[in-house]
């Protein structure tokens, strides 16, 4: 699917009380379980397609330095790319379904009539290799037969192109850019070789923690960030899109995350509610206040604006 980038006009537009404040990275394992369970009127059956979010085209920060990011330098990205996809509302350390399923960032944008909500997103910062894979035995000798795969992948895929002209997108002006709708091939070899592909990344991750997150029914749309490199688009989960980081503090949209069928309107219910109270943190730090135990409140001094590093 492919995505177009929607452009917002500010004139008009409604005050955005999460977006007001710069958010602080949080540690995942000392963030709270901020989950708010409300109850909401049952679904009505609503079946209206949801149209996807913006792709984000890469972005660029005046880097710090030449060495590699920090983990928080890295996250900070990652919500970058979250804001880019056109987002009015975005958190960090968000959980999904409960503590133990907490994303790096999640966002959501609502619809024209600014009623209902258009869309949910969450981005997955991963820097180790091992994280992106569920606990598996054979684990290297799937991924090495995954790689084999790929030169015959695009052998196949050479010969749809010549054999099968009208799978090319016609969106595009340059030849060189055009997309192609490989799934759609009538290439028996083809399918058989896409079957093996899928059938071996569902073994790498299988009851692993991205496509338990994926599986909770609150996201549209889920990305996974990492550094530069660190896995291939043919490596990841089913149905998440991948993020490379730069250490020159760019972001790329290596692949396009694919709509999730399986959410619904009570699901993104539940994720703006967590996004909600998530941003509180950064509300209560921008405002120079601590809520203590017993409803104890004090104040301290407003931390300072600095402006960008150079």
């Given at each position: 699917?492919?995505?177009?980038?929607?452009?917002?006009?500010?004139?008009?537009?409604?005050?955005?009380?999460?977006?007001?404040?710069?958010?602080?990275?949080?540690?995942?394992?000392?963030?709270?379980?901020?989950?708010?369970?409300?109850?909401?009127?049952?679904?009505?059956?609503?079946?209206?397609?949801?149209?996807?979010?913006?792709?984000?085209?890469?972005?660029?920060?005046?880097?710090?330095?030449?060495?590699?990011?920090?983990?928080?330098?890295?996250?900070?990205?990652?919500?970058?790319?979250?804001?880019?996809?056109?987002?009015?509302?975005?958190?960090?350390?968000?959980?999904?379904?409960?503590?133990?399923?907490?994303?790096?960032?999640?966002?959501?944008?609502?619809?024209?009539?600014?009623?209902?909500?258009?869309?949910?997103?969450?981005?997955?910062?991963?820097?180790?290799?091992?994280?992106?894979?569920?606990?598996?035995a054979d684990r290297d000798a799937q991924l090495a037969e995954l790689h084999a795969l790929r030169a015959e992948r695009e052998q196949?895929?050479?010969?749809?192109?010549?054999?099968?002209?009208?799978?090319?997108?016609?969106?595009?002006?340059?030849?060189?850019?055009?997309?192609?709708?490989?799934?759609?091939?009538?290439?028996?070899?083809?399918?058989?070789?896409?079957?093996?592909?899928?059938?071996?990344?569902?073994?790498?991750?299988?009851?692993?923690?991205?496509?338990?997150?994926?599986?909770?029914?609150?996201?549209?749309?889920?990305?996974?960030?990492?550094?530069?490199?660190?896995?291939?688009?043919?490596?990841?989960?089913?149905?998440?899109?991948?993020?490379?980081?730069?250490?020159?503090?760019?972001?790329?949209?290596?692949?396009?995350?694919?709509?999730?069928?399986?959410?619904?309107?009570?699901?993104?219910?539940?994720?703006?509610?967590?996004?909600?109270?998530?941003?509180?943190?950064?509300?209560?730090?921008?405002?120079?206040?601590?809520?203590?135990?017993?409803?104890?409140?004090?104040?301290?001094?407003?931390?300072?604006?600095?402006?960008?590093?150079?």
């Amino acid at each position: 699917m492919k995505l177009v980038k929607r452009i917002h006009s500010s004139a008009d537009s409604e005050p955005d009380l999460f977006g007001l404040f710069d958010v602080p990275q949080a540690d995942a394992d000392v963030q709270a379980d901020v989950e708010a369970e409300v109850k909401i009127p049952a679904e009505s059956g609503n079946t209206e397609e949801i149209p996807p979010v913006p792709a984000a085209a890469a972005e660029k920060v005046p880097a710090t330095r030449a060495a590699e990011l920090t983990r928080q330098e890295f996250r900070q990205l990652a919500m970058g790319f979250l804001w880019s996809l056109g987002m009015e509302a975005a958190a960090p350390q968000v959980p999904v379904c409960r503590k133990k399923y907490q994303v790096t960032a999640a966002g959501f944008r609502r619809r024209e009539d600014r009623r209902e909500v258009e869309c949910t997103v969450i981005v997955m910062f991963y820097d180790h290799f091992d994280r992106c894979f569920a606990e598996c035995a054979d684990r290297d000798a799937q991924l090495a037969e995954l790689h084999a795969l790929r030169a015959e992948r695009e052998q196949l895929e050479a010969e749809i192109r010549a054999t099968e002209p009208h799978l090319a997108s016609t969106d595009d002006l340059f030849a060189e850019f055009r997309t192609w709708d490989y799934a759609g091939s009538t290439n028996a070899a083809y399918r058989r070789l896409r079957r093996r592909m899928e059938k071996l990344q569902h073994a790498l991750h299988q009851g692993g923690q991205l496509e338990r997150i994926r599986r909770t029914g609150v996201a549209d749309y889920c990305y996974l960030a990492v550094p530069a490199g660190l896995v291939a688009a043919d490596e990841i989960a089913a149905g998440w899109g991948l993020v490379y980081l730069g250490p020159d503090r760019t972001f790329h949209l290596v692949r396009e995350a694919e709509l999730q069928p399986e959410v619904t309107a009570k699901g993104r219910f539940r994720l703006v509610q967590n996004i909600a109270i998530a941003a509180g943190e950064s509300v209560r730090f921008a405002s120079g206040v601590d809520c203590g135990s017993g409803g104890r409140i004090s104040y301290r001094r407003l931390p300072r604006r600095r402006g960008f590093r150079r």
